[in-house]
T-cell receptor
Framework: SQKIEQNSEALNIQEGKTATLTCNYTNYSPAYLQWYRQDPGRGPVFLLLIRENEKEKRKERLKVTFDTTLKQSLFHITASQPADSATYLCALDVGNFNKFYFGSGTKLNVKP | EAGVAQSPRYKIIEKRQSVAFWCNPI?????LYWYQQILGQGPKLLIQ????????DSQLPKDRFSAERLKGVDSTLKIQPAKLEDSAVYLC???????????????FGPGTRLTVL
């Protein structure tokens, strides 16, 4: 069956450290992948997009990698801050006119 | 630029009752999505519109859920009759993409939290 897996356990890190979140998928061949941030009681907010022919994408303290062989994307937040605490979702383009499937999200807790 | 608007923000109903949600996407956005997000899970796509036509509704429980997007702008999602398992947040999103390779981000509304008792 088709799956998009994100670590369901919360990730707890200390302020200033690098947070690394994982998105694994099976049985898809996405043309691109997106990462979103979701705060409690709010809708997801777009962060980054990476295409299948891109290995790495950066935006300020954020970095995303995309390994189509491993079927995995990694999302990094460097110099993490308590304000980065949120749930992070990956979304895969499933190849039908901008149709997306989301992972279940990983909650990040950055402690001061 | 105004964001995606949704109403109501909260709704509590009894099972077997009907409920409707409204979404106003960002002006000019061709694609509109409705997602269901159950607590602790990621958003699940229910239906996707391109202008006023349905692109995908493969995960929409059509025996009880219906959606429309008249004139390619606002959209409504209806549940009739509601079940206990429909308790969730219903998110509306829009994007400007008009082609399959637009690589467009989605802009989400705040969602409607539905509780079915």
């Amino acid at each position: 069956s088709q799956k998009i897996e994100q670590n369901s356990e919360a990730l707890n890190i200390q302020e200033g450290k690098t947070a690394t979140l994982t998105c694994n998928y099976t049985n898809y061949s996405p043309a691109y992948l997106q990462w979103y941030r979701q705060d409690p009681g709010r809708g997801p907010v777009f962060l980054l997009l990476i295409r299948e022919n891109e290995k790495e994408k950066r935006k300020e303290r954020l970095k995303v990698t995309f390994d189509t062989t491993l079927k995995q994307s990694l999302f990094h937040i460097t110099a993490s801050q308590p304000a980065d605490s949120a749930t992070y979702l990956c979304a895969l383009d499933v190849g039908n006119f901008n149709k997306f499937y989301f992972g279940s999200g990983t909650k990040l807790n950055v402690k001061p | 630029e105004a964001g995606v608007a949704q109403s109501p923000r909260y709704k509590i109903i009894e099972k077997r009752q009907s409920v409707a949600f409204w979404c106003n996407p960002i002006s000019g956005h061709a694609t509109l999505y409705w997602y269901q997000q159950i607590l602790g899970q990621g958003p699940k796509l229910l239906i996707q519109f391109q202008n006023n036509g349905v692109v995908d509704d493969s995960q929409l429980p059509k025996d009880r859920f219906s959606a429309e997007r008249l004139k390619g702008v606002d959209s409504t999602l209806k549940i009739q009759p509601a079940k206990l398992e429909d308790s969730a947040v219903y998110l509306c999103a829009s994007s400007s993409g008009v082609t399959a390779s637009s690589y467009n981000e989605q802009f989400f509304g705040p969602g409607t939290r539905l509780t079915v008792l």
